[in-house]
Protein backbone atom coordinates (compact mmCIF):
# COMPACT_ATOMS: atom_id res chain seq x y z
CA UNK A 1 0.00 0.00 0.00
CA UNK A 2 1.33 3.38 -0.43
CA UNK A 3 0.24 6.85 1.15
CA UNK A 4 0.96 9.95 -0.83
CA UNK A 5 0.64 13.28 1.44
CA UNK A 6 0.49 16.72 -0.71
CA UNK A 7 0.96 20.31 0.56
CA UNK A 8 2.33 23.47 0.01
CA UNK A 9 -0.91 24.70 -2.09
CA UNK A 10 -1.91 27.65 -1.43
CA UNK A 11 -3.21 31.56 -2.81
CA UNK A 12 -0.39 33.45 -5.34
CA UNK A 13 -0.66 35.91 -7.54
CA UNK A 14 0.12 36.08 -11.11
CA UNK A 15 3.84 35.40 -11.64
CA UNK A 16 4.42 34.37 -8.26
CA UNK A 17 5.94 31.06 -7.01
CA UNK A 18 5.28 27.86 -5.27
CA UNK A 19 6.59 24.71 -3.94
CA UNK A 20 4.40 22.05 -3.67
CA UNK A 21 5.71 18.66 -1.38
CA UNK A 22 4.53 15.44 -1.98
CA UNK A 23 5.50 12.72 1.31
CA UNK A 24 5.20 9.04 0.13
CA UNK A 25 4.91 6.31 2.89
CA UNK A 26 4.24 2.90 2.91
CA UNK A 27 5.68 0.47 0.25
CA UNK A 28 9.59 1.04 -0.86
CA UNK A 29 9.28 4.58 -3.10
CA UNK A 30 13.06 5.18 -4.11
CA UNK A 31 13.07 3.58 -7.00
CA UNK A 32 9.34 4.05 -8.21
CA UNK A 33 8.48 7.00 -10.78
CA UNK A 34 6.83 9.84 -9.55
CA UNK A 35 4.24 12.53 -10.93
CA UNK A 36 2.79 15.87 -10.81
CA UNK A 37 -0.96 15.76 -12.41
CA UNK A 38 -4.06 18.56 -11.89
CA UNK A 39 -7.41 19.16 -11.98
CA UNK A 40 -9.04 22.30 -12.83
CA UNK A 41 -12.81 22.96 -12.04
CA UNK A 42 -15.00 21.10 -14.58
CA UNK A 43 -12.00 19.62 -16.43
CA UNK A 44 -10.58 16.52 -16.57
CA UNK A 45 -7.29 15.92 -14.40
CA UNK A 46 -4.19 16.75 -16.70
CA UNK A 47 -0.40 15.47 -16.70
CA UNK A 48 1.84 18.14 -15.27
CA UNK A 49 5.50 16.58 -14.84
CA UNK A 50 7.24 13.07 -13.61
CA UNK A 51 10.45 12.32 -12.58
CA UNK A 52 12.17 9.20 -12.83
CA UNK A 53 13.42 6.98 -9.61
CA UNK A 54 16.83 8.29 -10.02
CA UNK A 55 15.84 11.93 -10.63
CA UNK A 56 17.65 12.04 -13.33
CA UNK A 57 15.03 12.11 -16.18
CA UNK A 58 11.95 14.39 -16.19
CA UNK A 59 9.50 15.13 -18.63
CA UNK A 60 6.63 18.43 -18.30
CA UNK A 61 3.76 19.36 -20.08
CA UNK A 62 4.01 21.66 -23.17
CA UNK A 63 1.89 23.88 -20.63
CA UNK A 64 4.57 24.28 -17.95
CA UNK A 65 7.92 23.49 -19.35
CA UNK A 66 10.29 26.52 -18.32
CA UNK A 67 8.38 27.28 -16.07
CA UNK A 68 7.80 24.65 -13.50
CA UNK A 69 10.85 21.88 -12.13
CA UNK A 70 10.15 18.62 -10.05
CA UNK A 71 12.63 16.59 -8.08
CA UNK A 72 12.66 14.42 -5.59
CA UNK A 73 14.40 13.36 -2.26
CA UNK A 74 14.91 9.16 -2.21
CA UNK A 75 16.17 10.24 1.73
CA UNK A 76 13.01 11.30 2.49
CA UNK A 77 10.93 9.43 -0.67
CA UNK A 78 9.22 12.92 -1.23
CA UNK A 79 8.79 14.94 -4.50
CA UNK A 80 8.88 18.74 -5.13
CA UNK A 81 7.28 20.66 -7.63
CA UNK A 82 8.92 24.56 -7.60
CA UNK A 83 6.28 26.27 -10.02
CA UNK A 84 7.42 29.64 -10.97
CA UNK A 85 5.94 32.39 -13.13
CA UNK A 86 2.40 31.42 -12.52
CA UNK A 87 -0.78 32.08 -14.27
CA UNK A 88 -4.59 32.52 -13.70
CA UNK A 89 -4.72 28.74 -15.81
CA UNK A 90 -2.24 27.35 -13.69
CA UNK A 91 -5.10 27.62 -10.70
CA UNK A 92 -6.08 23.56 -9.81
CA UNK A 93 -5.94 20.82 -7.53
CA UNK A 94 -3.04 19.24 -7.39
CA UNK A 95 -2.05 15.66 -7.26
CA UNK A 96 0.99 13.72 -6.64
CA UNK A 97 0.78 10.32 -8.75
CA UNK A 98 2.75 7.03 -8.31
CA UNK A 99 2.32 4.28 -10.75
CA UNK A 100 0.52 1.05 -9.08
CA UNK A 101 3.19 -0.88 -10.88
CA UNK A 102 5.72 1.21 -8.95
CA UNK A 103 7.73 1.12 -12.19
CA UNK A 104 10.94 3.44 -11.94
CA UNK A 105 10.33 5.39 -15.64
CA UNK A 106 8.80 8.92 -15.63
CA UNK A 107 6.77 7.33 -18.83
CA UNK A 108 5.29 4.65 -15.98
CA UNK A 109 3.19 8.15 -14.59
CA UNK A 110 2.38 9.39 -17.97
CA UNK A 111 1.08 5.97 -19.21
CA UNK A 112 0.01 4.64 -16.37
CA UNK A 113 -3.82 3.35 -16.52
CA UNK A 114 -4.03 3.28 -12.74
CA UNK A 115 -2.29 5.48 -10.32
CA UNK A 116 -1.67 5.90 -6.58
CA UNK A 117 -3.16 9.27 -5.86
CA UNK A 118 -2.56 11.86 -2.96
CA UNK A 119 -5.91 13.78 -1.56
CA UNK A 120 -4.68 17.36 -3.45
CA UNK A 121 -3.98 20.37 -2.81
CA UNK A 122 -5.13 23.80 -3.89
CA UNK A 123 -3.38 25.77 -5.98
CA UNK A 124 -5.34 29.58 -6.96
CA UNK A 125 -3.35 31.81 -8.90
CA UNK A 126 -4.93 35.22 -9.04
CA UNK A 127 -4.90 37.93 -11.87
Known amino acids: QVQLVESGGGLVQTGGSLRLSCAASGRTMSTAAMGWFRQAPGKEREFVAA????????YYADSVNGRFTISRDNAKNTVYLQMNSLKPEDTAVYYC????????????????????WGQGTQVTVSS
Open 51 to 58: INWSGHAT
Open 97 to 116: AVPSSLGSAFSDVVGATENY
